[in-house]
Each structure stands twice: as C-alpha cells, then as structure tokens.
C-alpha cells in the first residue's frame, strides 16, 4: 500500500511541483536548488517506507525530467550527476566488493559467470530483435539498438546493491 501511494506521489507530485518551480522560480540557481530538494525528498520519502533512497531519487529524476527539459538548471544537474554523483556511487559499489570473494567467483564458479553474462548479453539481442522486427527496422538498426543497451552498467549496479543490502525475514541478504 505505501508503495502503491508512493510511486504516483513522487511521479505525478514532484512533477507538478518541479513545473511550478521553474514558473515561479526564475533563478538558474534557485531552480538548481530545488531539484536537488525535490530529488532529497524523494530519496527520503523511499526510505521511510523501506526502500533504497536510490529509488525514491530515480523516480524523481524521471518526474524533474520532462519539467526541466530545455532549462540550464537541467544541464547543471547533470554535470553534477555525470562528474560527481555517478563516480562516488561508482567508488562505493568498488569499496563493497570483496576482492578474495570475488577472485573466488571467478575461479571456482567460472561457468556461472559465463553464464550471467552470455544471459545478460543475449537477452538483450533478443529484446533488441524483437523490437526489430515488431517495428521493421533493418538489421543494423538492431545491431545498433543492441550494443547501444549494453553499456548499462550503473544500473544493474545499483539493482544488485540494492539486493545486497536487502534482507529476508530471516535476516539474509536476498544476494551474498
């Protein structure tokens, strides 16, 4: 049920808010200012209904970005995200890796890793070819939308730490 309340009251809330801020707010700066307040808030409202703040600032950024599109706020935001925000959630992911578990995985379990990953790689040829062929594009059109998926390195990241550090009933963490 939070959930439920949650994910329209982020979309739909934070995206009538964000454009009455770039109405009312005239400022580069203030606007700045407050998307970083809106994603704040979203980060926090996950949190308190127990999920990752990662989420709750995701949702945010998907309802800041059609309010925000065209505005020079925008483009500052994301020079922050691409040369502050994603190398620091880049630096935390390396700290949470063991090197010896992961040395171990990679010698002892080498079929698994093959596997996860001609998975991952195939499933994403198999969307690709799909959408290919239900929207006729050409061969190197897919090809292009197929590579072009691949890179989605930050995302799988945060799914995976946010499966880490989520635990059963039990108090077991969903992954080890």
């Known amino acids: 049920l939070q959930l439920a309340l949650f994910l329209p009251?982020?979309?739909?809330?934070?995206?009538?808010?964000?454009?009455?801020?770039?109405?009312?707010?005239?400022?580069?700066?203030?606007?700045?200012?407050?998307?970083?307040?809106?994603?704040?808030?979203?980060?926090?409202?996950?949190?308190?209904i127990h999920l990752e703040g990662i989420i709750g600032a995701f949702l945010a950024g998907l309802a800041l970005n059609t309010a925000s599109r065209g505005s020079r706020a925008r483009q500052e935001l994301e020079f922050i995200g691409n040369h502050m925000f994603i190398p620091i959630f880049f630096m935390t992911i390396g700290?949470?890796?063991?090197?010896?578990?992961?040395?171990?995985?990679?010698?002892?379990?080498?079929?698994?890793?093959?596997?996860?990953?001609?998975?991952?790689?195939?499933?994403?040829?198999?969307?690709?070819?799909?959408?290919g062929y239900l929207y006729g594009y050409s061969r190197s059109e897919v090809l292009m939308m197929w590579s072009l998926s691949l890179p989605?390195?930050?995302?799988?990241?945060?799914?995976?730490?946010?499966?880490?550090?989520?635990?059963?009933?039990?108090?077991?963490?969903?992954?080890g």
């Open 9 to 48: 009251a982020v979309l739909l809330g934070i995206g009538w808010l964000s454009r009455k801020l770039f109405t009312l707010v005239p400022s580069q700066g203030g606007q700045f200012a407050g998307m970083m307040v809106l994603i704040a808030i979203a980060a926090l409202g996950a949190e308190l």
């Open 95 to 131: 700290f949470l890796i063991a090197p010896g578990a992961f040395y171990d995985t990679l010698m002892f379990h080498a079929g698994l890793v093959v596997a996860i990953i001609f998975s991952l790689i195939g499933a994403k040829l198999l969307a690709a070819l799909a959408a």
């Open 152 to 175: 989605q390195v930050a995302a799988t990241l945060a799914v995976a730490l946010v499966a880490y550090q989520t635990v059963n009933a039990a108090g077991e963490p969903l992954i």
